[in-house]
Each structure stands twice: as structure tokens, then as C-alpha cells.
């Protein structure tokens, strides 16, 4: 008899600010979709950027004035869900901490899924099937993901009894995927308060505080307690490793 499980999970994960040598903060950010809404989730998200007029894709680096009403509508409509229909959850790491050459080989790439590593052995529950979609990027290494999803079956086994799985991990384009543009605009516009942009004057900054007053914050640049399910923000301390 097949394995039932509590809960279907989507998640859809985005990156901001890994290759940016003028940035010193990255982020690896996810939307968790219960399977069951992702549908309707996606047919609201479209209907609401139809009645703004805005029918291209949304990327944080393109907010600007033109698209930031749009991309509010957005933001309104994830934080109304409940968190247990859709919660975004990232990573973000601190690049002049990472001691690449110890512990990767000086490989960011590797590095980089390390991080997506600690982030869902973190969010991953029990009783759970996932599916895991990433923004489609070419790497150096044709296994990449697949190699995260071994590691993820091991830690699951262990962890959880193989009382939750890892059903699908790939990479899609982002113009295709609705739910990955969220995962940017999230990712993006907590990679730009990291940063420390603090012209209040751009529609950036503007968009970034907007996400952190659904919250009750002031800005993005936080560190999320763990039991925080709605937008979990997992500022990891690389220097208690060394």
C-alpha cells in the first residue's frame, strides 16, 4: 500500500546576490505552496497583474515606479493567505564569512547548495511530500541538483524516518513559473535591505520596507526566530563554525 503523507508541499526557490562581488550578502529564498492551493494561488496572482496592466515577468531588479503598485497587489495577496497555504522561507549568508577554500573546495557554486541545505533541513517537516522547483540556472556541475536531492533523502532518513520525501527536484524557467517570480521578488528585496541600499527615495527600498510592514518591521535586515512560519528570515552565523 502506498505511503500516505499529512501534507503535499510545492516549493519554489529563487536566488539573489551570489555572483555580485559588490554585494556582500547572498540569499537562497523558497515559496512553500500547499499542493492543494497552488492553482487557484497562481490563477489570483495572474488576475491581479492583469487588472494592473502588467503582463511581463516580475523581477526584483526591474522595480521601478511603473511596476511597484503591481508588485504591491502581490505582496497584499500572499500575506492575506494563511501561512499554512503559502509561507516564504530564505537563507541568508554573509559571503565574507564563508571560508571557501576549508569547507568547498572554493567552489561558491557548492557552496551555494550547502546553503539550500542548511535551509530546507530547517523547514522540511515529517509526514511530507515535496516537490521542489528551482529558477533554472546553468551550473558547473551537471548534478547539482540531483545531488541535493540525495543528500536531502539521507538527512530524511535520518531525521524523519523516511516518513517524508523529496518526490521531485528540478529547475524551470522562471518566465514559465509564476510562483518562482515570487520567490525573487522575496529574495531580492531581502538580499537589498542585507545590503544596506538605504535610499528611501527608490522604488526598491520602497517596495522592501512595504514587504516588512506586513510583518510589523521596519525593514527586511532581521533574524527570524524558528517558530516564525509566515516569512522566515534564517540569517545564518558562519563564524560559530570556525
Not at 512553500?32 to 495572474?46: A, G, L
Request: with cysteine; glycine share 2%; hydrophobic share 35%.
Amino acid at each position: 500500500m502506498p505511503q500516505q503523507y499529512e501534507k503535499v508541499v510545492n516549493a519554489y526557490f529563487d536566488e539573489s546576490r551570489i555572483d555580485n562581488p559588490d554585494s556582500n550578502h547572498m540569499v537562497c529564498g523558497g515559496v512553500f505552496v500547499e499542493r492543494q492551493y497552488v492553482k487557484q494561488i497562481r490563477k489570483d496572482i495572474r488576475n491581479i497583474l492583469i487588472d494592473n496592466d502588467f503582463h511581463a515577468e516580475m523581477k526584483w531588479v526591474k522595480t521601478d515606479s511603473r511596476k511597484i503598485d503591481a508588485y504591491k497587489k502581490v505582496v497584499d495577496y500572499f500575506f492575506d493567505l494563511p501561512a499554512y497555504k503559502a509561507s516564504f522561507n530564505c537563507i541568508v549568508v554573509d559571503k565574507r564569512e564563508i571560508a571557501l577554500e576549508k569547507y568547498h573546495n572554493g567552489d561558491l557554486e557548492l557552496a551555494f547548495y550547502k546553503f539550500i541545505y542548511q535551509l530546507l533541513k530547517k523547514r522540511i517537516k515529517p509526514d511530507t511530500k515535496y516537490y521542489l522547483v528551482f529558477d533554472f540556472k546553468p551550473t558547473k556541475v551537471k548534478e547539482r541538483l540531483s545531488n541535493l536531492g540525495s543528500y536531502l533523502d539521507s538527512f530524511l532518513y535520518v531525521e524523519h524516518a523516511n516518513s517524508s520525501v523529496i518526490k521531485h527536484i528540478q529547475g524551470y524557467p522562471s518566465d514559465e513559473n509564476i510562483l518562482l517570480q515570487v520567490a525573487d521578488l522575496f529574495s531580492g528585496a531581502v538580499a537589498y535591505s542585507f545590503n544596506e541600499e538605504t535610499s528611501n527615495k527608490r522604488p526598491k527600498r520602497i517596495l522592501a520596507n512595504y514587504i516588512a510592514s506586513k510583518i510589523g518591521r521596519e525593514d527586511l535586515k532581521f533574524r527570524s526566530l524558528p517558530n516564525e512560519k509566515k516569512f522566515n528570515v534564517f540569517a545564518i552565523d558562519l563564524t560559530k563554525r570556525r
